[in-house]
């Protein structure tokens, strides 16, 4: 049993909290029993596994399954895995899982989103939880958003991280450009507009743009949009949150295909 905070892999795997140590070392962390399970039933490739022996023998069945995959699995002490997780009441396991390749490209058919800096790591695994739940067939992320692998945005998706086609964009214009000319009609949420989500033809290929948490979507990216939409809000109500106005409008999307 690992005990020592000191240890050369307590260390290692602490490191992973910050998104620098996470793409040096190509890793990153997963946290609590379901995120693991999700991971096993996609076959996602594992390096290290850790749990405390309580942990282990509540979970026998998937400790003897992870073992068989994972690179290394040791057990260790309540504090050890405390430090090493970022939640404040870990639930006796964590693992390190390694970064694949990203995707350079995401189909264009279907409902795809489009998130421009994102900073919010709840609101991003919700949203890739929503999407997932929705059947959308991806996401584009903008490059200065919160990291997909950030340990929060895996929490929030409640494993669905591993189901829904994701990509980074490095230009976010000229992902919207290109699925523009491939035939999608790309929808903007704006407080202005004139139509409300549920009067889009969701049943054709869409890219939804959605906006930072503060600021919304940029002018730039706005004016790029077929179709501008807004969600009505009883009076004296700003806005919506970002995961939230996804959820709806993919919802929207979901009832409407389901209907036809």
């Not at 992870?66 to 870990?90: F, K, Q, Y």
């Not at 350079?104 to 997932?132: F, H, K």
């Not at 890219?207 to 969600?231: F, H, W, Y």
Request: proline fraction near 4%; glycine fraction near 4%.
């Amino acid at each position: 049993m690992l005990t020592s905070l000191q240890n050369s892999l307590v260390k290692q795997i602490r490191k992973l909290h910050s998104p620098k140590e996470r793409h040096n070392q190509m890793l990153f962390l997963l946290e609590g029993t379901h995120l693991l399970e999700e991971a096993c039933a996609v076959h996602y490739p594992l390096e290290t596994v850790c749990c405390t022996q309580k942990w282990q023998l509540a979970h026998l069945e998937l400790w003897n399954l992870v073992c068989g995959v994972c690179d290394r699995s040791e057990i260790v002490s309540d504090e050890v895995l405390a430090s090493m997780a970022t939640t404040v009441n870990p639930d006796g396991v964590i693992a390190t899982a390694k970064k694949l390749p990203e995707n350079s490209e995401l189909p264009d058919y279907g409902i795809i989103l489009a998130l421009e800096t994102i900073q919010d790591p709840g609101n991003l695994g919700t949203i890739i939880r929503s999407a997932a739940a929705a059947g959308a067939e991806g996401l584009w992320l903008s490059h200065d958003s919160v990291d997909f692998d950030h340990p929060k945005v895996l929490r929030a998706s409640a494993g669905q991280w591993f189901r829904l086609n994701k990509a980074v964009s490095e230009d976010l214009q000229n992902t919207v450009s290109k699925c523009k000319q491939a035939g999608m009609q790309i929808v903007a949420t704006l407080p202005t507009a004139n139509l409300t989500y549920w009067q889009v033809d969701w049943c054709k290929p869409s890219l939804i743009l959605l906006g930072n948490e503060g600021a919304g979507l940029s002018t730039d990216l706005a004016a790029m949009a077929d179709i501008k939409v807004k969600i009505p809000l009883s009076n004296d109500v700003e806005s919506l949150n970002v995961a939230i106005a996804a959820s709806l409008m993919l919802y929207e999307a979901k009832r409407q295909k389901t209907s036809s």
